[in-house]
């Protein structure tokens, strides 16, 4: 496990969120994490739509992180029918957080792993009007209007009214997208793999910019994994372009001495 999974988890665990406690208590909106894995080709899944597990270990275990770190992780009804997700923490020693389907239509598998009883809290966001098969014992329905596509600050709204203030957007692209379009997104975490897919899903996509000046530059820190996978975390409410910072580089965190040497190795060996 590296560096920044241990930050991650004894934020929430250990130090128990003195600074986001008083930002929940100054601002009613709650905290929106969002995360992506991908390609070095911007890919998250194959044309066949397969994306376990396009990064390695150490992402998956700082994915769990962040799973530990909230009280609800979402994901669109396209993710469940495609990877059948459980949503866990497994990986690490942590608290599972509630899972969040966004079902409009009630097309979810109700046999979907991510239902599974295990005392952590199911719900299914769907539309008001949906006949849809019945879902497993204990999974909460919430409710929303009858549009065709569910605004995702109301979706947010009724999660705050059920309980939730930190939340995860897990995916997939179509409902990732919808959030950080909405401006909802208060920090991302990319993950990027070196491998090539050719083809295949991409991840984020939100209405064009016509001009560079014009488009998302979030400041960002770098992280480089001992398996060669690096993670953008982007705080989408700074800019890098912010005062000062107008060409400055994102800072690449000191990795532990191993991911050192395996860098500088790589390095070497690449001449
Ligand atoms: N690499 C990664 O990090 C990663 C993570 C997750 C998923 N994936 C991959 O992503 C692919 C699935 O992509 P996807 O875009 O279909 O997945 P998705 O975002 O999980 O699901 C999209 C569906 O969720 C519903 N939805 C989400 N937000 C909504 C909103 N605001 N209003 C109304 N409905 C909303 C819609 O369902 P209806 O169509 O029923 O209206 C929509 O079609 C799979 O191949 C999966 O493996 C990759």
């Known amino acids: 496990m590296d560096d920044t999974t241990l930050r991650l988890r004894s934020h929430k665990r250990v130090s128990g969120y003195p600074v986001q406690d008083q930002e929940a208590a100054a601002n009613p909106r709650p905290h929106v994490i969002a995360q992506l894995g991908q390609s070095l080709d911007g890919r998250i899944a194959t044309t066949s739509g397969e994306s376990k597990y396009i990064n390695g270990p150490h992402a998956l275990d700082h994915l769990h992180a962040l799973r530990a770190s909230v009280d609800a992780v979402v994901v669109g009804v396209g993710t469940v029918c495609a990877d059948d997700p459980l949503l866990t923490v497994r990986r690490i020693a942590g608290v599972s ?54 605004d995702p600050s109301a979706v947010l709204q009724s999660l705050v009214q059920h309980g939730f203030r930190r939340i995860l957007v897990e995916g997939g692209p179509t409902t990732l997208s919808a959030f950080l379009e909405a401006d909802l997104v208060d920090q991302l975490h990319v993950f990027v793999s070196p491998v090539i897919l050719g083809a295949g899903r991409i991840g984020l996509s939100r209405k064009a910019c016509d001009t560079l000046a014009h488009a998302l530059r979030p400041k960002a820190q770098v992280h480089v994994f001992a398996d060669g996978d690096v993670l953008f975390r982007c705080d989408l409410r700074e800019s890098a372009r912010g005062a000062g910072s107008r060409d400055a580089p994102s800072p690449v965190e000191a990795n532990p001495p191993d991911e050192q040497h395996v860098s500088s190795r790589a390095l070497r060996a690449a001449g």
């Open 97 to 150: 957080p509630a899972r969040v389907v966004i079902d409009p239509s009630g097309r979810v598998d109700p046999n979907a792993r991510c239902f599974a009883e295990d005392g952590v809290r199911r719900l299914v966001v769907r539309r008001r009007s949906v006949v849809a098969p019945p879902l497993p014992d204990g999974v909460e329905v919430v409710p929303m209007d009858d549009a065709p596509a569910f």
